[in-house]
């Protein structure tokens, strides 16, 4: 009778066995955090130098990826070298933003890399100075993949340094196309939050 307990107890412990050894993608508990902060892209449009000002944020998920959004605007009116008809000289603004995808490699060490993606959409647009006229218009959508090496600081502020190139489409208009807007950024990335 003693032996039949044993064996029965041997039968419902051998399947709890199995799954205490079961391996699974995420593991070691979760942990969640998230940042917010400024962000300056150096870059170039239609081929002459300009300044995006912009934000981004996200939730950081197991210090190693970030489910968060990005917007950015140029800091001023870019003179493009075109004109109208009459000879008046013509400014580009640009805005856009959207979903930003990031992966942190080795987010505890004191310098380390991140590998982020933005999709999104946005508008352009030419337009006269003096009065401001809008010439021409369109909106577009965007991906921006990027690599970044980011600086812990200090507990709740890093420093980000990258390198991105905006693929854009679906913009047209008689002056520009979408390959006069695409193009790569260097961006500088201040990040506060939890991580």
């Known amino acids: 009778m003693m032996k039949k307990g044993w064996a029965w107890w041997l039968f419902l412990l051998l399947p709890l066995s199995v799954l205490a050894q079961e391996e699974t993608l995420i593991s070691g508990g979760f942990e969640s955090g998230g940042f917010g902060g400024p962000a300056w892209k150096m870059t170039l449009l239609d081929g002459d130098f300009g ?9 950081i998920i197991n210090h190693t990826f970030v489910i968060g959004g990005g917007g950015y605007n140029t800091l001023w009116d870019i003179k493009t070298g075109r004109q109208t008809a009459d000879g ?17 490699h080795t987010s505890d060490r004191l310098i ?48 980000c340094v990258g390198a991105t190139y905006r693929f854009i489409t679906g913009f047209e208009t008689e002056d520009l196309s979408s390959t006069d807007l695409s193009g790569p950024s260097g961006v500088i990335t201040l990040k506060f939050g939890v991580f």
């Open 51 to 59: 300044i995006l000002t912009g934000g981004r944020g996200g939730w």
């Open 88 to 104: 008046v000289p013509l400014y580009l603004e640009m805005g856009y933003g959207g979903l930003e995808i990031t992966y942190i």
């Open 112 to 159: 380390h890399y991140t590998v982020n993606t933005l999709l999104g959409a946005g508008h352009a647009r030419l337009e006269e100075h003096n009065p401001q006229i809008e010439y021409a218009s369109d909106r577009f959508y965007v991906i921006e993949p990027g690599v970044n090496m980011e600086i812990n600081v200090y507990r709740w502020v890093r420093i």
